[in-house]
């Protein structure tokens, strides 16, 4: 499964990119092409969609937007689509905002989001994910410990031990309720990385 890649991004579309790595060009698709500009080298996050008739690679400039990505597509009725176009007028912090109002009104002006989709988004992820969490899990230059409740710590101690990178298993936590016990984390972490 791809993570993320580093590279150049060499042109800009309507709604994707294409990101040169290694002498390979990548198109991934995002949620605002004007967070790039050309010939500079990013670091982007992805999430990688296979279907029976397609592929895409979807990316993201931070772990929490794939975080939030990722959970938009649990929602029954979001799909990719949809997915990138609630994720493209607004901040993380505005959409965890908004699901956590069960601001309907404003959800549904988002593109791609009608007063149905809205009314899901609220009822699938409302308490799931809380702005919080991202400013305690994910912050490359604090240690783990430091950011993470007792059970999350001894869950990352285990996974650890079992070979999984820091990185990986932190991104993970991130879309998984931090009350759940150390066991119940572990499963649902690994649970993720083989899908």
Partial sequence: MYYYIKGTVEEIHLD???CE???????IFVTNVSAFALYQEYKIYLTHIVRED???LIGFLSLEEKSIFD???TVKGIGVKSALGALSKVSVEQFLTFVENEDVNALKKLPSIGPKAASQIILDLKGKIKPSTFAKIHSENKTASTSLNQNQ???LNVLLSLGLKKNEITSLMITIP???SSEDIIK???????K
């Fill in 16 to 18: 994707y990119i294409v």
């Fill in 21 to 27: 790595a290694n002498s390979i060009g990548y198109q």
């Fill in 54 to 56: 397609d592929e895409q």
């Fill in 71 to 73: 959970q938009l597509l």
């Fill in 153 to 155: 710590q001894d869950a």
């Fill in 178 to 180: 931090e009350t759940l």
């Fill in 188 to 194: 649902e972490v690994l649970r993720k990385v083989s």
